[in-house]
């Protein structure tokens, strides 16, 4: 009877800040997080919306057009970057090259032996397939190693949990974004504005194993500068890609 009473009166105390409120209805006085406080992790899902499709009969539901499935890889390659350029800076800073150091020969990223279109003339040249099966082998390039670093930069205590985030966060964005820029390629297959003849290129899957190792061996500031590299080259291979597509819009 007295634990009674004395969860009856915490109830009372409880509710006793406005005349009817209920302690488990939210009182309308207290702020609600807006979209600017979700958590990087939930905003980074919401990127997966391309991967939305239309049940039959659902007249409500409209198909991602092309130029809808491009427009969002490329925001979401470009957050990608932005998110690189950040986890860099915070890295040099935490990390500075020693003196016997600071004469190091110019880093070698693990990626420098893919053939990919050096400047935007050459890449607005080479066919769409080729243009595209570069992108999906940069993208692949990437995966293991990013998975492999983001396991091995959380033993670095020193480092903020915010620098820890972003590393965590690249790794799943490359993920997400390589599906995404697999579902723009097959509604351009099925469009017929490219050729079926990608699926006949060597695997994308292969390429990322074999330089896996080499990555590994970096330093941590040399390996996000040539991630960062190979982001804005994806970045921008994909915007050469839609104007290509779409002469539009001008680009």
């Known amino acids: 009877m007295a634990l009674a009473r004395a969860v009856g009166r915490a109830g009372e105390r409880a509710g006793s800040g406005r005349a009817g409120a209920h ?3 939210p009182r309308p006085d207290i702020p609600r997080p807006d979209a600017a406080a979700l958590s990087a992790g939930a905003a980074a899902a919401l990127a997966l919306l391309w991967l939305l499709v239309c049940a039959p009969g ?3 539901c409209h198909p991602l057009t092309v130029a809808d499935l491009f427009d969002r890889v490329i925001r979401h390659s470009g957050r990608i970057h932005s998110l690189s350029t950040a986890l860099y800076a915070e890295l040099e800073k935490h990390f500075p090259p020693r003196d016997n150091e600071l004469g190091r020969p110019a880093r070698k990223c693990h990626t420098s032996g893919m053939l990919t279109p050096n400047g935007k003339e050459y890449a607005q040249k080479i066919p769409r397939e080729e243009l595209t099966h ?3 082998k940069l993208l692949q390039a990437w995966k293991e190693p990013l998975s492999h670093f983001n396991q091995h930069i959380e033993h670095h ?12 966060q690249i ?3 490359v993920h997400e974004l390589k599906t995404g820029v ?9 469009m017929g504005i490219i050729s079926n003849s990608l699926n006949g290129m060597a695997s994308s899957e292969d390429t990322g194993l074999s330089i896996s190792n080499e990555a590994n061996m970096m330093s941590d500031s040399d390996f ?4 960062r590299r190979d982001s804005n080259k994806v970045q921008s291979y994909l915007k050469i890609l839609k104007c290509r597509i779409m002469p539009e819009n001008s680009c």
């Open 23 to 25: 302690p488990d209805i």
């Open 58 to 60: 659902d007249a409500g």
């Open 134 to 136: 570069v992108i999906l």
């Open 157 to 168: 205590q020193e480092l903020p949990d915010d620098s820890l985030s972003k590393a965590k």
């Open 171 to 173: 790794s799943n964005m």
């Open 182 to 190: 697999e579902k723009v390629t097959e509604k351009m297959q099925s």
């Open 224 to 227: 996000i500068h040539c991630f």
